[in-house]
């Protein structure tokens, strides 16, 4: 627009995106059972909440995970860096009626129309 003047603002939040260090300090054992648990849940679809002592991330996924090979470290600590993504909830569907008569059918299909939106009082034709 001109000067510097917009018509209108399409503000989007974009969803968090978290880097943690997981440690696990231990014996083999210990360690191997831990990597595993951890790439099993990055390899899952579940989403997980993740607590640091600022904030709690709710419903995030763990998008990658690797391995943190800095020196210091005692042989005997596994640290793993995991990048976790909030997944953000879509529209709902809602149903008209709720209780135990909202649904009286076993299949869909025999089950009543209910008209909860606009209702056009003419039918839509294709001039084409």
């Given amino acids: 627009m001109e000067q510097g003047a917009f018509a209108s603002v399409n503000k989007v939040a974009m969803p968090n995106l978290v880097r943690v260090m997981l440690i696990c300090d231990g014996d ?7 990597h595993k648990a951890v790439q099993a849940a990055a390899a899952s679809t579940d989403l997980f909440s993740i607590a640091t002592p600022e904030a709690t991330y709710l419903n ?6 690797e391995r943190d090979l800095r020196q210091g470290g005692s042989p005997s600590m596994l640290r793993l860096m995991i990048g976790a993504e909030e997944v953000r909830g879509g529209a ?12 009286t059918t076993k299949e869909p299909s025999g089950a009543p129309l209910v008209n909860i ?4 009082p003419v039918p839509v034709t294709s001039k084409s």
């Fill in 28 to 34: 083999l054992a210990a360690r191997e059972s831990f």
């Fill in 60 to 65: 995030m996924n763990i998008t990658h995970v």
């Fill in 92 to 103: 709902r569907a809602t149903l008209a009626r709720t209780g135990a008569s909202a649904l």
């Fill in 117 to 120: 939106g606009q209702v056009n």
